[in-house]
């Protein structure tokens, strides 16, 4: 029950945060306070706001409290390995994906190199947009060697690539290599995205293999300027 309790402040202070109850940079009430508004513990808050610095919410201050922080961009995780049904799982806004092309084509001169394909090979092509409050902010270019990836389809594209080939097909995806650079937007993307004025745009480019080292899998994942900030944790070591 105490556990369910703090978990209930942090998704209630979260919920005001993101609303604007606090603005960037603006101090939360003490922990005093918030105990006294929420009639619990300073131990119960404590986790709560232990909980909402993790995440990215607040800053904790040592004699100054805790700070509200920029949360009007979405976090993009750049070290790790997940779908984007996995990160909307964690967002809690109204989150869609729309499929915008789905084919099987024949590698050209560029699929082969980020590929390593054979030009007899096949690869599935999939363009899809991620809305996210009601707004086209993330366009996904997914292509997927056939021989790995034998079936897809509009359902399983809009649902979860990633759940489908390792749940059903029994794939085993273990890790990815990324390069992350700002690009001019093009024309595809201002068919497919709400590009909202600006000129530039976010790419990501996965190649993704396998458990036995066989890349089956590149993307270019291309976000809006405004929308993210791509997060890491490093150690110095």
């Known amino acids: 029950m105490h556990e369910n309790k703090y978990l ?11 609303q604007g109850h606090w603005k960037p940079y603006d101090k939360l009430p003490s922990e005093h306070e918030l105990a006294g508004c929420y009639h619990t513990s300073r131990e119960t808050i404590r986790k709560a706001l232990n909980l909402l610095s993790e995440h990215g919410y607040i800053q904790k201050m040592k004699g100054k409290g805790s700070i509200v922080l920029d949360v009007g961009k979405y976090n993009f995780p750049v070290s790790g390995l997940v779908s984007f049904k996995e990160l909307a799982q964690n967002m809690k806004q109204p989150v869609r994906t729309i499929v915008h092309e789905l084919e099987i084509i024949k590698p050209n001169s560029y699929l082969k190199q980020q590929l390593q394909a054979a ?90 293999y396998l458990n036995d080292a066989t890349l089956f899998q590149y993307t270019e994942s291309r976000h809006r300027l405004d929308k993210f900030r791509f997060v890491d944790f490093a150690r110095r070591k």
Not at 10 to 16: I, S
């Open 8 to 18: 209930a402040i942090y998704h209630d202070l979260v919920e005001k945060i993101r």
């Open 119 to 208: 030009g007899r090979d096949e690869i599935w092509k999939v363009i899809r947009s991620r809305e996210i409050e009601g707004e086209r902010i993330i366009l996904d270019k997914d292509f997927f060697l056939k021989k790995y990836v034998p079936t897809l389809t509009k359902k399983i594209c809009e649902d979860s690539i990633y759940e489908y080939l390792e749940k059903e097909l029994k794939l085993h995806i273990s890790f990815a290599k990324k390069e992350i650079f700002v690009d001019r937007v093009n024309e595809e993307d201002r068919k497919y995205l709400d590009i909202s004025g600006y000129d530039y745009i976010v790419v990501v480019k996965n190649y993704v």
